[in-house]
């Protein structure tokens, strides 16, 4: 590559004398000599200065180079020019009157001037011309490989003179030079940066020829596969082969790969131990610019933790995590494949809501440890009590539910309801002390008492209520004189249908924060109703009440449009970029509506869409996959930023992170509340990891203690929030929390 630049610059080499030519050929071996010898390039084009130097005496040689702006030039080397000088260079901006050099960049052009104390390209460099005695320059072009000016080569002298044919060879040569050696050391820079990547790569790399013989792999692909090097060069990749997939596998693979010249999947692969392990694979063909196959790369990454948390994560989908009973989804199809058994081999099914007595008064005299323990002993007690047909969960901090199939009688259902809080009331050593309990117990029965899962649960936990109003210990059975009289369902309908119509409503928010840098970085919005009687009214008492009678999606529209609103106010303080977090509701979704209602808050509001994110349940997630993807996808166009609320207690799937492309996963409380227990720690570090794996930021509600903060920290979890920050606050509130954090 040299030897033919140097031919290049010496076409008309023929035209010089014979001493001409002697100089120039010497200055060639010279530089040869140099690169051989391995010489750095800025030693190297330092060599070139000093060498024209030498050929034109009383004169001095520099290289200038564009910054990476690419709006002015600095010495990259210039040996005999005083260090003064070259501070009094740098910086030199082209232009018309920016000196020989700096002309050359302006008119991309060779400028040879012989007289710089009256040429008008000296203008603005007259005084570095008076100074350092600078009567003449000489400057041409230095090129990269694609032919852009990037720089100058410059013969200075201190006498006034024009160039001859041999100094414009000079020059010619010294630019040429100069332009392989750079070239060269991006090359080099290249290939150290590649190699620096290649071993220090997290994923195992494995480079082949055509023939797919291993060339090279990395440490990290020795590590996990446990083989060396060298028992590994010269064979084929199949030597890894698990035996998991069939030829029809391996067929459609190559076969994408002769087509598009990659392939990426899952595959299993074997260890040097013979374990058999699941990773992600990417392979690329590579062709050389006569379109010749030449290599093949392979990259992959060992998934088999993403795979066991994908298999824990599948468990705390359908489990409670303190008893290790199934959830309420697990026990809501549970239920509804029995009610379809029932319907068509006619039968009943007992629907039975529990909880315990006083339990609250127990947990806050004993602890929190030995109120857990004391709910997994009462749901030990519970499972002992029923059949492999029944079912049974946890839905809340005390509450159960069961269904029984095939009790047909009333007497049937009470002896085993008997039985239960027989079970429940046997004294139980918890803390050194000896506790009874007792519990409530709601019956409804499918059909009489309702014909699906919402109705039946409504249904006996109305009973339940009832039976623990009547003194606990008993249970009460559903009537439909109960069910249809509901009062208290009916009032807060009737008052919700008008405070949504009045927007009787406040949001409040709860900032959220980034653990590694302490800063403020988003809000989630909180609605509260603020009922003319009663106050401030909690969600937790009216949101069920608002899905169940459709007024969720006007609700969730309007808690949408004043959470921007009071983000952009908050933007338009210069507050930053705070995200603005808001809950989405299935039936929003569901509407089909989203994304149009989207666009119209954000251009009313002015606020950014990258200051919105919406928080989605995994539940709306496997809702009507098709058309809630074609929505989210538009969101994701616009900007907004999407997450994952109360990440692990629904359908977590990877399948379905990869498809909906969120931003961020949101570790339940339920988990955050458990820090300390190490199998729950053990869940967190997994959640982290695979979101970060997929390209997620992880932040955790419900932080309360140092404890908790440290924890996550250290699982690298990105941001949380909670009581141990602050608690949800109006919005007047937070503004004043946002200047504290200026």
């Excluded at 666009?599 to 995994?618: A, D, K, S």
């Amino acid at each position: 590559m040299l030897n033919d630049g140097l031919s290049a610059a010496n076409a008309e080499f023929c035209t010089l004398t014979g001493d001409e030519q002697e100089k120039i050929l010497r200055l060639q071996q010279s530089i040869l000599e140099s690169v051989t010898h391995g010489d750095s390039y800025l030693d190297v084009i330092a060599q070139v200065c000093k060498l024209e130097e030498q050929l034109l005496p009383n004169s001095v040689g520099s290289v200038m180079l564009l910054d990476d702006s690419g709006e002015v030039l600095n010495v990259l080397a210039a040996p005999s020019v005083p260090p003064e000088g070259i501070s009094q260079l740098n910086g030199l901006r082209p232009g018309p009157g920016g000196g020989s050099c700096g002309n050359v960049i302006y008119t991309q052009q060779p400028q040879f001037v012989s007289n710089t104390f009256t040429d008008p390209r000296w203008q603005n460099l007259r005084h570095l011309a008076y100074n350092f005695n600078l009567c003449s320059c000489w400057s041409v072009p230095v090129y990269s490989r694609q032919r852009k000016v990037i720089g100058t080569f410059a013969l200075s002298s201190f006498e006034h003179r024009s160039p001859s044919p041999f100094h414009l060879r000079l020059l010619e040569i010294g630019a040429s030079i100069v332009s392989i050696m750079l070239d060269r050391n991006r090359s080099q820079e290249s290939l150290r940066l590649f190699e620096q990547v290649f071993e220090g790569s997290e994923e195992g790399i494995m480079i082949t020829d055509a023939d797919t013989r291993i060339l090279s792999v990395n440490k990290t692909f020795t590590k996990i596969l446990g083989y060396s090097i060298d028992e590994l060069r010269g064979e084929k990749p199949s030597k890894f082969s698990s035996g998991q997939h069939g030829a029809d596998f391996y067929h459609a693979m190559w076969k994408q790969i002769e087509a598009k010249r990659y392939w990426r999947g899952e595959i299993w692969n074997r260890r040097k131990n013979g374990e058999i392990f699941p990773e992600w694979l990417s392979i690329s063909a590579v062709y050389d610019q006569s379109e010749q196959l030449t290599h093949y790369i392979g990259i992959f990454s060992d998934i088999s933790e993403l795979k066991n948390a994908e298999e824990q994560i599948q468990y705390l989908s359908t489990h409670d995590i303190l008893t290790g009973l199934p959830n309420q989804t697990a026990f809501k199809d549970r239920l509804e494949q029995a009610i379809a058994l029932a319907a068509n081999r006619p039968g009943k099914i007992a629907v039975l809501s529990l909880d315990l007595d006083n339990f609250k008064l127990l947990n806050d005299s004993l602890g929190l440890h030995a109120g857990d323990e004391l709910l997994r002993r009462v749901a030990t007690a519970l499972k002992s009590c029923i059949a492999d047909t029944d079912s049974l969960c946890r839905i809340g901090s005390d509450e159960f539910l069961l269904a029984l199939p095939g009790c047909n009688d009333t007497e049937t259902i009470s002896t085993v309801v008997d039985t239960i809080i027989e079970k429940v009331r046997q004294p139980i050593r918890i803390a050194e002390q000896t506790l009874s309990l007792s519990c409530s117990v709601g019956i409804a029965v499918y059909p009489d008492d309702g014909g699906h899962y919402d109705s039946l649960v409504m249904r006996a936990s109305e009973a339940r209520r009832k039976a623990k109003k009547d003194g606990g210990n008993g249970y009460r059975y559903c009537t439909e004189q109960l069910n249809t009289n509901s009062f208290e369902f009916l009032r807060l309908a009737h008052e919700l249908r008008d405070a949504v119509a009045l927007k009787q409503f406040v949001l409040h928010f709860q900032p959220q924060i980034d653990l590694a840098t302490g800063k403020l970085v988003g809000a989630e919005a909180l609605v509260r109703w603020n009922h003319p009687r009663e106050g401030l009214v909690y969600p937790g008492r009216f949101i069920e009440i608002a899905e169940q009678t459709g007024l969720i999606a006007e609700l969730g529209n309007w808690v949408l449009q004043e959470a921007c609103i009071q983000a952009a106010v908050w933007h338009a303080l210069g507050f930053g970029p705070i995200v603005a977090a808001v809950n989405l509701s299935a039936l929003q979704l569901r509407r089909g509506d989203m994304v149009g209602i989207v666009e119209n808050v954000l251009r009313n509001t002015g606020l950014p869409p990258h200051c919105l994110e919406l928080e989605l349940t995994e539940s709306i997630l496997v809702e009507n996959v098709e058309q809630t993807l074609a929505q989210l996808n538009q969101l994701k166009q616009i900007g907004i930023k999407l997450a994952i609320d109360d990440f692990g207690t629904g359908y977590s799937s990877l399948a379905y992170l990869n498809k909906f492309n969120v931003d961020r996963l949101k570790i339940d409380r339920s988990f955050v509340g458990q820090i300390g227990n190490p199998a729950n720690d053990a869940i967190i570090h997994a959640i982290v990891q695979m979101g970060h794996a997929l390209g997620q930021r992880v932040i955790a509600e419900g932080v309360e203690s140092e404890a908790m903060r440290t924890h996550l920290l250290e699982c690298h979890c990105d941001e949380a929030q909670g009581y141990l920050f602050a608690k949800p606050m109006p919005a007047a509130e937070f503004t004043k929390l946002l200047a504290g954090y200026r």
